[in-house]
């Protein structure tokens, strides 16, 4: 996956090119941070597990990040990677189909103009950094089922986006076990 994402970067932006990114940096600060969600308590009890068959979405996915890894990891759950620049899914779609993940579509769009019949809403979405959460909130909650769970990646201090405590905060280096691998947290 590293290095289809260091090959499409080269024509288009998917990550920062400054630095220029490496192997170790994708995997380091894209790929592992991803699949760290998995040891969200939130998801202990969540049908998230490699075993499930669940809908989530990833609004705003960019290059791909934490849909693409996730995928990889659960191969019986339907992801929807969702953005609003067409350049960057094609190259998702592209990674997603040299991977031969069969779980994985995209969609090209905003997640406020989406529109969904209520048995086909989803029941994870995970979102990196999109917006503000009240705003990334607002787009995503006509798409989330009634017992659904959002997970937002995010760093910085989020007192002022939120007036409620979060049920989880929990930093990604915690999460992957490994110091300094990240400066954002799972919300």
């Not at 202990?44 to 075993?51: A, E, Q, R």
């Not at 849909?67 to 592209?94: E, R």
Request: hydrophobic share 40%; with cysteine; charged share 20%.
């Amino acid at each position: 996956m590293a290095d289809l994402l260091l090959d499409w970067n080269t024509k288009i932006n998917l990550i920062s090119r400054n630095p220029p990114p490496t192997k170790d940096h994708v995997l380091n600060r894209h790929i592992l941070p991803s699949v760290s969600l998995l040891n969200t308590n939130i998801l202990v009890d969540s049908p998230l597990t490699p075993t499930s068959t669940i809908r989530v979405a990833d609004v705003g996915t960019g290059g791909g990040f934490p849909g693409l890894p996730l995928a990889v990891s659960c191969p019986d759950c339907q992801f929807t990677l969702i953005d609003s620049v067409n350049k960057k899914l094609k190259a998702v779609q592209s990674m997603a189909d040299d991977l031969g993940l069969q779980n994985v579509v995209t969609h090209h769009g905003r997640a406020e103009e989406l529109k969904l019949h209520p048995e086909d809403r989803f029941d994870l979405i995970l979102g990196r950094s999109v917006s503000s959460l009240p705003s990334f909130c607002s787009w995503i909650a006509p798409l989330l089922s009634p017992s659904g769970k959002l997970l937002y990646i995010k760093g910085g201090d989020l007192t002022s986006e939120t007036s409620v405590v979060p049920r989880l905060r929990v930093p990604i280096s915690s999460l992957a076990g490994i110091p300094d691998i990240s400066d954002k947290d799972a919300l």
